[in-house]
């Protein structure tokens, strides 16, 4: 029985395998694994190379697809987490922060230490930011008179 899905005949299973012997990525090599099969044998079921290579017949389609659209390139594991990164923040926001939290007369909230930096900075940082820079800066997380009776005095 012949497979429906059809694959691009522009790469042959010779520079696949070239692939696959130059990678270390596990990921990477199994998907490559996957479509050197669906090349070199084009009448080869989906069904049968997911039995032959102990995988998922979804995970064949996939891998069949990016590579359709994409070639070799396509099936590489894509980066996890945020592209851009954590933003810095100018630690002297924090220090001049602490200097106006002792010259207050009550305590302020995190939300309330939000919007101050807000306004006097013309920045948004998040209030989880905010708790990790003041408990770093031997303050505790909690918004309370904690921050006059801080080891930093």
């Known amino acids: 029985m012949s ?5 691009r005949d522009d790469i042959s299973a010779k520079e696949i395998r070239k692939a696959i012997k130059s990678t270390s990525d596990g990921i990477f090599r199994l998907r490559l694994m996957i479509v050197e099969k669906l090349v070199a044998e084009p009448n080869l079921s989906l069904q049968k190379v997911a039995k032959a290579l102990i995988v998922n017949r979804e995970t064949v389609t996939k ?10 390139e396509a099936l590489k594991p894509k980066q ?3 592209k851009e990164g954590n933003p810095k923040y100018d630690d002297s926001i924090f220090q001049k922060l ?56």
């Open 80 to 82: 996890a987490g945020r």
């Open 63 to 72: 891998c069949l697809q990016l590579f359709n659209e994409g070639g070799i």
């Open 98 to 153: 602490i200097e106006t939290l002792k010259s207050q007369e009550t305590p302020w909230s995190v939300y309330q230490m939000q919007n101050h930096i807000r306004h006097t900075y013309n920045i948004e940082i998040p209030e989880s930011t905010i708790y990790y820079r003041l408990s770093k800066m031997g303050y505790s997380k909690k918004a309370n008179n904690d921050y006059k009776k801080s080891k930093i005095a």
């Open 3 to 7: 497979r429906i899905a059809t694959v």
